[in-house]
């Protein structure tokens, strides 16, 4: 009987240890890339420019990044809502707990474990597994989807940041090519998803694309939309925030500009959560424009702070907040 689980073992063995060179080739890439910046600056000057920050815009961007919480649960409770598998006990308080405990996770992990953890928890309240994904992922492709589309259009606007280092049209060709591509797919769709899913290893896609179809297109999609954007455009205010508690007093459009750059850099994924890659970015990109290293490092890790400090209800939340399961999820081994 030993030796019939033996091969699974050794596989889910392999499997751990795949996973552990991987973070500890992220957790590398993250050191070097402080690494590489730290030879760029004079760390006593960092120290010296703590003391001098502005704790008063600090703590306002990070009260808007606590308060951001409540509409990425808004937003992912629409999405349950336009899957038609939303039931009683997913109401918009324990939607928003959901939320804030992921948006933790995603800080201190990978991403993608915050995703997880919010299905898991979404299973426990009487979701499929198969819907809980579904949610997740469409949750997160229009999160992303906004970015790009934002993103797009703020490079069109007069910011002294705009050229990205002589990438700026390249920048736009591709987002531009991103949205025209995804419009069309969103409207064709319905023409597409059938005859892939008539193949069996085609067939989950299909069905994802019909549900991004209903969720996008559906009565739900103007309001999914429109949370999302307010997520954004507050996160703009985040960053500018940030700059006037370092004394950089850039304009609004600077700030849409460096969210953008230090979100799309964030979703690489070879360091931990961005760490690092992003402070290396911010450092070339505002080194451009005159700003000291020391100030733009500062500035990064600052951001970087701000995310994870306005994450923390998400750790209450974990702690102190109950969620039975759902009765037929129980009866299920859910």
Known sequence: MANEFEPPRRKARRGDVKRIAFFAAKLLVTGA?????????DLSQIGSAIPRLDFRWAAFATLLVTLQIPLLGARWCNVVEALAVRNAQMDSVTMTVLTAIGVFFGQILPSVAGEGVRAWFLVRLGCDWRNALTSVVIDRGIGLGI?????????LLPSSLTALGGYRDLVVVVYGVLILAGGFGLIFIPTIALPLARWRYSHWFATLATDVHRVLLGPH????????SLIYALTIVVVWSLGRAQGLSFPLTDA???LIFMVGVTLVPISIGGWGLRELAVVSLLGNYGVPPEKALLFSVCFGLTLAIGSLPGAVAWL??????ARHSAEHGG
């Open 33 to 41: 890339c402080f690494w590489y910046a730290s030879r760029q600056i």
């Open 320 to 325: 102190v907040y109950s969620f039975a399961p």
């Open 221 to 228: 999609g103007p309001m999914i939309v429109g949370i999302g």
């Open 256 to 258: 849409a500009v460096l």
């Open 147 to 155: 970015l790009v589309a934002m993103g797009f259009f703020i490079l």
